[in-house]
Structure formats: structure tokens, C-alpha cells
């Protein structure tokens, strides 16, 4: 069965470092997200692309925090530095849709800054 | 804006009990309609879906069914069990994905 990828599961790194995530979709779904899980709280949205373009990112902290789908395939989030506030967990998602379609979560990446 | 509210946990419930758990939600359109259940430590697995009003959605003993008169989709199980604790979130999908807050669930022998 197909599952969205995400590296790595689990990453401590000290605060004001730099940290990146990856995640590679299903094959053939355009639209992937990325989310940010706080313990004990619902995802939050941070990125949205449809292919290579970003659809929605107004929740995304630009001054630290940045998102590429370069080939519209496999993603990379990055934040540099990161702070301790950033301690979460960091979910990509994917679906064939923009809109009115189920999303597939991958296992995500379990951060804690120090 | 569109929005999903879902009851506030934690529900505590004994095995073999009858679950409930609401879910209500705003929309401007006809969105599709999910409940998504995770597990500790992992990421969100769909649970069940309806695309449509009065569609009824169902999966591993859950159901839920999409009400457009009263903007609503309960998730629903017979009897619980101790493996189904976890955290149950409601969530529409219209232009984007709109969770709810989420339910956690936890079920005693």
C-alpha cells in the first residue's frame, strides 16, 4: 500500500541550529501539505503546494521557516534556527486534490529543540 | 469561515461501551467529510469518510453520517475497546482541510 514517506521520525537539535525534514508524497498526488502538531492540540497548517507551487503559506513563519517542492515531487522543510517554541511534531500530508479529497498523513517528525 | 467543532475530551469509557462523539461544522459549500483517528507517537490515519449528505461512512465498527440539516457528522461505535484509545479528529475538506479540535479517547478493561 502506498504511504507518504517522512524522514527523519525522530531529531533533538540544540536551539538556534539548523534543522530540515523531508517528506516524499504518494506517487501521483499534487497537492502536499505540511503541518505542525503541538502536543495535545490539532495540526496546524504551515504549507500547502499544488505541484511546485505554493498554494498556501500564510502560516508559515517566513523569517525562519522555509518550504521547497522544487520538482512538484518530494519536499523539504527547513528551519533555521530553530527555538525551542519550535518543539513539535512535524506531519506532511498528500492528496490527488486541491479540494474535497482525503488527505494521507505520513508518520512525521518528532522534534524537540534544547 | 469554515470551521469544525468537536466535543472536548478526554471521554473515558469501559470496554464493550457505546461511543459517541460529536462533530458539527460551517461551510460555505458541500465538503467532503472525515474522521481521522492517531495513535500516540504516529502520524493521522483515516478512519472513515462521506462525500455527500446522508452518506454513511464506516470502518472497523465506526460510523458516522454526513446530516446536512444539521451540519453534522457524529462518529459513533458500538462497543469500545481498549485498542480504539486514541485521538479521534473530525475534519472537513472544502478548498483546504479544516480539523477539529480533536477527541481523546480512552478505554478502561
Known amino acids: 500500500e502506498a504511504e507518504v514517506a517522512q524522514s527523519p521520525r525522530y531529531k533533538i537539535t540544540e536551539k538556534s541550529q539548523a534543522v530540515a525534514f523531508w517528506c516524499d508524497p504518494i506517487s501521483g498526488h499534487a497537492t502536499l501539505y505540511w503541518y505542525r502538531q503541538i502536543l495535545g492540540q490539532g495540526p496546524e497548517l504551515l504549507v500547502q503546494f499544488q505541484d511546485e507551487s505554493v498554494v498556501d503559506d500564510s502560516q508559515l513563519p517566513k523569517d525562519r521557516f522555509s518550504a521547497e517542492r522544487l520538482k512538484g515531487v518530494d519536499s523539504t522543510l527547513k528551519i533555521q534556527p530553530a527555538e525551542l517554541g519550535d518543539s513539535a511534531m512535524y506531519l506532511c500530508?498528500?492528496?490527488?486534490?486541491?479540494?474535497?479529497?482525503?488527505?494521507?498523513f505520513g508518520q512525521g517528525t518528532r522534534l524537540t529543540v534544547v | 469561515g469554515d470551521s469544525v467543532t468537536q466535543m472536548e475530551g478526554p471521554v473515558t469509557l469501559s470496554e464493550e461501551a457505546f461511543l459517541t462523539i460529536n462533530c458539527t461544522y460551517t461551510a460555505t459549500g458541500y465538503p467532503s467529510l472525515f474522521w481521522y483517528v492517531q495513535y500516540p507517537g504516529e502520524g493521522l490515519q483515516l478512519l472513515l469518510k462521506?462525500?455527500?449528505?446522508?452518506d454513511k461512512g464506516s470502518n472497523k465498527g465506526f460510523e458516522a453520517t454526513y446530516r446536512k440539516e444539521t451540519t453534522s457528522f457524529h462518529l459513533e461505535k458500538g462497543s469500545v475497546q481498549v485498542s480504539d484509545s486514541a485521538v479521534y479528529f473530525c475534519?472537513?475538506?472544502?478548498?483546504?482541510?479544516?480539523f477539529g479540535g480533536g477527541t481523546r479517547l480512552m478505554v478502561k478493561p
Open positions: 475534519v472537513q475538506a472544502g478548498n483546504m482541510l479544516t
Open positions: 462521506a462525500t455527500k449528505a446522508d
Open positions: 500530508a498528500s492528496s490527488l486534490a486541491v479540494s474535497n479529497t482525503e488527505a494521507f
